[in-house]
């Protein structure tokens, strides 16, 4: 025996209420990889951030340089043959500042990505690994957490010492290598001498 045919309204009812939670439900899944995502970029934008920050001086900019950037392409002087970003550092619009990300192809494990930060005038204010490779107690004193051994850049420029001073002392050049691990130090300071000569050669292009 069959009751009598629901009312209309009523039939349409169980379609209706799980049309309407299938779309809250949506809409709730939707707002949190939202907000998901916004907290990731968030995260990221802080830890680069704190990156280009530790290559700039302190407070001497007022622009936000990680949203200021070019993409660039200099497989000799910056290391890839990908397109590597330069972030520029202005203060009133002016120009204080680049941080130019290179890769030293040769280090005794495998590429090394640094940050290199130099002036308007063509100074290196700081220079900090990004990632690497290299063995821990031996080439991965390059971290600033583990050595200061990067702080020898600091001050020196494209003519500051000669180009061919760029080297070791191993090789007869001006800057210190790690005990035991002078093959990672070499393949940092070309790399180093190699963005201050890209920054020296590209100067105008780069904050146009
Ligand atoms: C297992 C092992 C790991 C090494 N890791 C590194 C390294 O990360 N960076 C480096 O420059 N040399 C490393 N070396 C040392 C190099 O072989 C080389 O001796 C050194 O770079 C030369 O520097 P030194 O003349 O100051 O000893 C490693 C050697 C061994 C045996």
Same mark, same amino acid.
């Given at each position: ?20 939670? %299938? +779309?809250?439900? @949506? +809409? ?12 990731? @970029? ?12 530790? &290559? ?17 392409? /200099? ?20 120009? &204080?500042? +680049?941080?130019?990300?290179?890769? %030293? ?38 971290? @600033? ?8 850049? %600091? ?18 050049? /001006? ?12 393949? &940092?300071?070309? +790399? &180093?001498?190699? @963005? ?13």
């Amino acid at each position: 025996m069959t009751g009598p045919p629901a009312p209309p309204g009523n039939r349409w009812l169980p379609v209706i209420s799980l049309t309407l939670l %299938a +779309a809250a439900a @949506a +809409a709730l899944i939707t707002a949190t990889q939202e907000r998901t995502q916004q907290r990731i @970029a968030d995260n990221e934008a802080a830890e680069m951030m704190k990156g280009l920050a530790a &290559v700039l001086p302190d407070g001497d900019y007022d622009n936000q340089p990680y949203r200021d950037r070019i993409m660039v392409v /200099d497989a000799e002087l910056l290391g890839s043959n990908d397109p590597q970003p330069v972030y520029r550092v202005r203060k009133s619009g002016r120009p &204080v500042a +680049a941080v130019i990300a290179v890769t %030293a192809r040769n280090g005794y494990v495998g590429p090394i990505r640094l940050l290199v930060g130099i002036s308007a005038s063509g100074t290196v204010t700081g220079v900090r690994v990004v990632t690497h490779r290299e063995t821990p107690g031996l080439g991965d004193r390059i971290e @600033a957490k583990k050595s200061n051994w990067l702080s020898i850049f %600091a001050g020196h420029s494209a003519t500051r010492p000669d180009y061919d001073q760029w080297l070791v002392k191993r090789d007869g050049g /001006d800057f210190d290598q790690m005990t035991g691990a002078t093959v990672t130090s070499r393949s &940092v300071v070309s +790399a &180093v001498r190699d @963005a201050v000569r890209y920054f020296q050669e590209h100067r105008d292009t780069i904050f146009e």
